[in-house]
């Protein structure tokens, strides 16, 4: 069994954020920081699948986002049904995808006939699917002038437990943070992120101390 994950504060995930950029991995970094995708998704991610001008024309009108309906598992199935989700895009992984699309145009120049067109998202400069040792590699590269980061002590994977952990710090109820992460229900997202969900639980006893103060004082 591999060592607990962790979470990267909002400062580490700013620094991030920053070391990541102009290398070949800012775009995945953004957008599994962003939306919380888990990595053998982003690596399954075909650009039919990524929809960055919306439908603006749609009823209601849809913004950006991607489709989260594939991995890299066998059968090329999500890890669960509810697995399957559709993501609106923040701004900036809206940003880093177009520049993103641009750069595999000029890879593609590039490479020539040794292109191997598969339609991902996310590729070796040469079009390759990426494997987990790939990414692994190149994320700790594009970590190692992070402020206060040891690139060696971070995983991709804990990119989406950074996700889990920065909503809930900002008040972002369990239920919606387990449907963003595609789980079938709250309890999988407590027992798999327990140590990144804030201990909302302890509201209620906050506000019932407030009201009842307020009532004895008399």
């Not at 066998?74 to 699309?101: H, Y």
Request: proline share 5%; charged share 25%; with cysteine.
């Amino acid at each position: 069994m591999g060592r607990p994950s962790k979470a990267l504060t909002f400062a580490q995930a700013e620094a991030v954020l920053k070391a990541a950029e102009g290398t070949s991995m800012h775009a995945y970094i953004v957008v599994a920081l962003l939306t919380g995708a888990r990595t053998e998704e982003l690596r399954a991610l075909t650009w039919d699948h990524v929809f960055l001008k919306g439908q603006p024309g749609a009823d209601p009108p849809q913004l950006p986002h991607i489709a989260v309906w594939r991995s890299v598992r066998r059968g090329g199935d999500t890890k669960t049904r509810k697995s399957r989700r559709t993501l609106a895009l923040p701004a900036r992984c809206v940003e880093v995808l177009w520049q993103q699309f641009e750069d595999q145009g000029w890879d593609r120049l590039a490479a020539g006939d040794k292109w191997e067109e598969h339609g991902l998202v996310f590729s070796s400069a040469v079009g390759k699917p990426l494997d987990a040792t790939n990414v692994r590699r190149a994320f700790r590269q594009a970590l190692k002038d992070a402020e206060a980061i040891n690139a060696d002590d971070w995983t991709p994977r804990e990119l989406r437990h950074s996700f889990v952990s920065l909503l809930s710090d900002r008040g972002v109820p369990l239920e919606e943070i387990s449907r963003l992460v595609g789980h079938s229900g709250t309890a999988v997202t407590e027992e798999v992120y327990r140590k990144q969900i804030r201990p909302v639980i302890q509201t209620g006893a906050v506000v019932m101390d407030g009201i009842f103060k307020r009532g004895t004082e008399r």
